[in-house]
DNA sequence: AACCGGATCAACCGCCCGGTA
DNA sequence: TTACCGGGCGGTTGATCCGGT
């Protein structure tokens, strides 16, 4: 479909914005609000194309912008969040309230994508790219692969989620109009509506905080092991399966065993077997009924009013969609006491590397003092990707108190 | 001092999607 | 249903900075 030139062919000045031209944008969203930004050049006095104003405004303008160096706690939480979304720079955003897409896209193209190389893990897949030392137990693989599915699953749930909250505006449009301020159950997108020179990302709980939160009943539901090996090993692994069901206008309906809900709109079976590394079971079939199926979530979109829960044979989370979950208290024990070591340090090491390329264990140095081809290699390596898998849970985990996003 | 190459980051580009007439 | 518009997103570019030679 044809599309009207943005801003070429009309005379509109490109390139880097002058002091000038800020305070004119600046000036005018403070008063009026953007507004239409296409018709906000024209207004403002600015030789520019709206789309120019806006991406001056929410890159660099905004007044909620947090600028200069990422802090070691702001890295850990977008290479995590990267494993789980992708490159989906603005969702990793909404968890860094005062940081932007693209400055957390520099960033990682910049910085930790080269860390991350460096530390021998590749910056795509996160999974360590000598896979063939990992592979020799296949658990890695195994772990690499669940974490894939749940990646894809959180993919899915954000969509759904989106979809939820737009519909969610239309039915309670008005009801919301008295609550302006404090709804917190708002998308980046949805956001952007507000006239007011305002920050376009929302302030409050992001919906993908929660979200997460199931993985993290995920975790504790025996699928993976928490560092500590607390909980989550022996019980859950060896329970028979749990099942997570959404339900459009039912309860939540959590079964366990062979699952035999009457309405099972989306179902996951992890039915686990013993594991004695405690990664991920191994010898069973980890099996995610439905969920290829279901990835789109279909039935969840009229959600609105409904419940979605996860339950494991130990935990259950609940969110309900008025914006809060609900956890039981067994779920937060089991996380508070997560080891923050592995991914952590291998950051750190990393990042001290990366200032100073010392030979200590510098170049291939991470690899090799954390996965040297000779000496104990595999076994350290795959200490290293289960520590780091293990962190990306642990963000999870430890989210409300320990993370700037929660 | 000049040059060079890598690093950084603001800004642009093109595509996509939802809303709407 | 379709075409168009506005806006958002992710990928890429290019100017600038900076350290090494």
Redesign the pocket.
Known sequence: ????PC??KVGL?????TPEEDQKLLAYIEEHGH?????LPAKAGLQ?C???C???W???LRPDIK?GKFSLQEEQTIIQLHALLG?????IATHLPKRT???I???W???LK?RLAKMGIDPVTHKPKNDALLSIDGQSNKSAANLSHMAQWESARLEAEARLV?ESKLRSHSLQQHQLGNSGFSS??SA?TSSAPVA?KPEGPPISSRSLDVLKAWNNGGWLKSTDGHNVGGGDLESPSSSLTFSENAPPIITSGLGESTMPMIEFVGSSGSSETGIVKEEGEQEWKGYESSVHLPEYKDGIDNTMSFASSLHELTMSLDGTWITSDSLRTSTDAIAEEGFTNLLLNANSDDRSLSEEGGGESNNNSHGNGSGGSGSDLYEDNKNYWNSILNLVNSSPSDSPMF
Do not use: V
Not at 13 to 17: C, I, Q, V
Not at 35 to 39: I, K, M, T
Not at 87 to 91: F, G, K, L, Q, T
């Open positions: 479909m044809g599309r009207s801003c070429d000045k490109k390139g880097p914005w507004g239409s930004w296409r018709a520019r709206g789309k120019s806006r991406l001056r929410t890159n660099y600028r490159n989906r720079w603005s969702a897409d693209n400055e896209k520099n960033y193209n910049t910085h080269k737009r980046s997108s952007s376009n």
